[in-house]
């Protein structure tokens, strides 16, 4: 995940925003939707895939569940025990896909996978992982 310039994800920046104690900005209404899924369960997912003897297929992996970005926004400040609130700006034109739900369906058939990690799981794991690494910056400098 880039942490730093143009394609920085909105989970980074909304963390530096908590983090600095500034305001976690989002862009139209928030009603954008993704499916988010944890690194770990990406991670199972290649190794039922390389284990499988399945070939020549393609497969979505998700969490098979639609999240708002205000929903993220506000579950992510929740595991942070922050009471920031959101500021809305009109939306940019970036990404004009509102909606993504993955279907895990062919993964689960072939692969046996299912994913574990919630969303309140993983962004608690990327919050500890991001404000150590943070943290070990800072003491570099």
């Known amino acids: 995940m880039d942490t730093d310039g143009k394609y920085t994800e909105v989970m980074i920046r909304w963390l530096d925003c908590i983090t600095d104690g500034n305001t976690p900005l989002i ?14 369960d990406v991670a199972k997912a290649n190794v039922a895939a390389l284990l499988s003897e399945v070939t020549d297929e393609v497969f979505n992996i998700g969490y098979c569940e ?3 970005l205000k929903q993220l926004l506000e579950l992510l400040l929740r595991v942070n ?4 609130q959101p500021e809305f700006r009109e939306a940019n ?16 058939r072939l692969l046996n996978f299912q994913p574990m990690v919630s969303l309140e799981e993983g962004l608690y794991e990327l ?11 800072i003491q570099k400098v």
């Open 27 to 40: 862009y139209g209404e928030g009603n954008t939707t993704m499916d988010f899924v944890y690194v770990k």
């Open 66 to 68: 639609e999240t708002s």
């Open 81 to 84: 025990n922050s009471f920031l």
């Open 93 to 108: 034109t970036v990404n004009p896909v509102s909606r993504r739900l993955a279907d895990n369906s062919k993964a689960k």
């Open 127 to 137: 919050s500890k992982w991001y404000f150590t690494k943070k943290e070990a910056l």
